[in-house]
């Protein structure tokens, strides 16, 4: 079954349409890119996704729940991570996990494993007791992603979730994220950067508002991802 599905999504902003008839799936435990420039309508799609506002129409699909039928049983089963933070500084990581879990209905020992779990995987487990403030941007971008596991989601949405870090930074989010699709999650991840895409990576190219490839990465673009992706959206524009 697929974890994600998009049918014929559209959205307008007044005239412009600012998504077209969207249309893909993602697997189970698949690592799906979804690559395109800024214009391109991959926030309208996160906003979409979580329900922030309604598709004009179309059809999601959320680990088998249809999001306009069952938006809450849909919504409980995604985790997101937003291009803008959703910590409070003032508070250590683990008083930011325990509020967001709180919010989910967990406390006492089941929110405190579930936490504590959640950190193991991203490497922070250390940092439990550091405020988030203290947190350099890599550290604190893994600081979301556990955020966004605590109530074990089966479908992970990151919407450009390496921007404003450094190199090694954004290589070790995108170690960390790889790592948690083959362990069974399924990942949308938004980005601009080719090198943010390995081979075997499902990727979907979005340009104004419309889907231009949907495949492997390795099989749309191969070594010559970044001037195929140029090539593909300066003839569309």
């Given at each position: ?148 596991l605590v109530h074990r989601p089966e479908v992970l949405l990151l919407d450009e979730p390496t921007v404003g870090l450094d190199a090694a930074s954004r290589a070790a989010i995108t170690q960390h ?24 990576d499902q990727l979907v190219v979005l340009h104004c508002g419309r889907v231009l490839s949907d495949g492997e990465a390795g099989e749309i673009g191969g070594d010559e991802l970044n001037q195929h ?9």
């Amino acid at each position: 079954m697929s974890g994600l599905i998009l049918e014929d999504v559209s959205h307008n902003w007044g005239t412009r349409h600012a998504l077209d008839g969207v249309s893909f799936s993602v697997e189970r435990g698949r690592f799906c890119a979804l690559l395109g420039p800024n214009g391109a309508g991959k926030s309208t799609l996160f906003g979409v996704l979580t329900r922030l506002f309604l598709p004009r129409e179309g059809r999601i699909a959320i680990a088998g729940h249809d999001v306009g039928r069952e938006p809450r049983a849909a919504l409980a089963r995604m985790g997101v991570v937003f291009q803008a933070s959703t910590l409070d500084p003032d508070l250590t990581v683990r008083r930011n996990l325990l509020y967001f879990a709180a919010l989910h209905g967990l406390s006492g020992r089941e929110a405190e494993t579930r936490i504590v779990a959640a950190l193991e995987r991203l490497g922070m487990a250390e940092r439990a007791g550091e405020k988030a403030a203290s947190l350099n941007g890599g550290h604190r971008q893994r600081m979301e992603i556990a955020r966004a596991l605590v109530h074990r989601p089966e479908v992970l949405l990151l919407d450009e979730p390496t921007v404003g870090l450094d190199a090694a930074s954004r290589a070790a989010i995108t170690q960390h994220v790889h790592d948690l699709a083959a362990e069974g999650l399924t990942v949308l991840w938004a980005t601009h950067l080719v090198d943010e895409v390995r081979s075997r990576d499902q990727l979907v190219v979005l340009h104004c508002g419309r889907v231009l490839s949907d495949g492997e990465a390795g099989e749309i673009g191969g070594d010559e991802l970044n001037q195929h992706f140029l090539a593909l959206t300066r003839e569309q524009t």
